[in-house]
């Protein structure tokens, strides 16, 4: 079946340093989100990727979806003790009948 | 106040007994979504709902059953067939399809523990 993988699995960083995580699917996806979860709490959204090769930004986040729909990744540039969480990726597979999470990086930032 | 409530926060069970979660959403949505996170894991889907009346299957339903008798409602049962129900369950909604609104709203979760 469809796997999503991401890593590195944990990253730790000094506050003002930079941040990438990185996915990849088995199969093409029809779409990537990434999703941010703090300790304790539960999964929110920050974007939807849909087009081959789109790249967005929020900020000091830019999100990257590849040219075959198989890999996204999502960087943060000069991080904060804010940025501290897991960070997933998800998306749908291309017939759109099964959505996958990936198991998550989770960003420690030092102050 | 809009958004997705589940309840209980915290729930405790004795092994072999079935156990029921809430899940209720006012952000008239029409997909739900039931997932399970185990510690340092990602969330692994049990079920999901495009349409009241209708469901499917997700990577792990065995063990687990839903209803969907009405559109802000998606109850997801642990029957005593799952092996291993102590998890943390969390609830999504979202407008159905896959343009730019279909982002899913978690629900605050329920932590169920068997003993």
């Known amino acids: 079946g469809q796997q999503v993988m991401q890593i590195p699995q944990y990253q730790h960083v000094q506050e003002g340093e930079d941040f990438t995580t990185y996915c990849n699917s088995s199969?093409?996806?029809?779409?990537i989100q990434w999703y941010k979860q703090r300790p304790g709490g539960h999964p929110v959204f920050l974007i939807q990727?849909?087009?081959?090769?789109e790249v967005k930004k929020q900020k000091r986040l830019t999100f990257q979806f590849g040219e075959a729909k198989k890999n996204s990744s999502l960087h943060i540039t000069a991080t904060q003790t804010t940025d501290v969480g897991t960070y997933f990726c998800?998306?749908?597979?291309?017939?759109?009948?099964?959505?996958?999470f990936g198991p998550g990086t989770r960003l420690s930032v030092l102050p | 106040d809009g958004g997705i409530t589940q309840s209980p926060k915290y729930l405790f069970r004795k092994e072999g007994q079935n156990v029921t979660l809430s899940c209720e959403q006012n952000?008239?949505?029409?997909?739900m979504y039931w997932y399970r996170q185990d510690p340092g894991q990602g969330l692994r889907l049990i079920y999901y709902?495009?349409?009241?009346?209708?469901?499917q299957k997700g990577d792990i339903a065995e063990g687990y059953s839903v209803s969907r008798e009405k559109k802000e409602s998606f109850p997801l049962t642990v029957t005593s067939a799952q092996k291993n129900p102590t998890a943390f369950y969390l609830c999504?909604?979202?407008?159905?399809?896959?343009?730019?609104?279909?982002?899913?709203?978690f629900g605050p979760g329920t932590r169920l523990t068997v003993l």
């Open positions: 999504a909604s979202s407008s159905i399809g896959t343009g730019p609104y279909n982002e899913q709203f």
């Open positions: 199969t093409t996806l029809s779409n």
């Open positions: 709902s495009q349409i009241v009346n209708d469901f």
């Open positions: 952000l008239n949505h029409d997909a």
């Open positions: 990727l849909v087009k081959s090769g």
């Open positions: 998800a998306g749908w597979d291309n017939y759109g009948q099964n959505f996958v």
